[in-house]
């Protein structure tokens, strides 16, 4: 996990891609209460790990929406940047 001086420091370096993460300990929410909080709509994700079967999960990551866009439909790749296509 970055400290805040960190990815200061990152970001002072020129870099574009910083992962910011947070660990949440919370009786009241599931990862799906607060994916919906956080993130509900396009281009956003759920991703949950599962330990010891299906009973117990280990690490629930939240994507927040992309401001670019890969989608691949058959052998097609389109790019989108802001809602726009800006390649094909």
Same mark, same amino acid.
């Given at each position: 996990?970055?400290?805040?001086?960190?990815?200061?420091?990152?970001?002072?370096?020129?870099?574009?891609?910083?992962? &910011?993460?947070?660990? &949440?300990?919370? @009786?009241?929410?599931?990862?799906?209460?607060? %994916? !919906?909080? !956080? #993130? @509900?709509?396009?281009?956003?994700?759920?991703?949950?790990? &599962?330990?010891?079967?299906?009973?117990?999960?280990? %690490?629930?990551?939240?994507?927040?929406? #992309?401001?670019?866009? %890969?989608?691949?439909?058959?052998?097609?790749?389109? &790019?989108?940047?802001?809602?726009?296509?800006?390649?094909?």
């Amino acid at each position: 996990m970055n400290s805040h001086a960190q990815f200061q420091q990152q970001a002072a370096e020129g870099h574009t891609h910083i992962p &910011v993460v947070r660990e &949440v300990l919370s @009786d009241l929410d599931t990862p799906l209460s607060v %994916y !919906l909080k !956080l #993130a @509900d709509g396009p281009n956003t994700y759920l991703f949950e790990s &599962v330990e010891g079967g299906e009973r117990f999960g280990r %690490y629930s990551i939240i994507g927040l929406p #992309a401001r670019r866009v %890969y989608a691949f439909h058959g052998h097609t790749l389109t &790019v989108r940047e802001d809602g726009q296509v800006v390649d094909t």
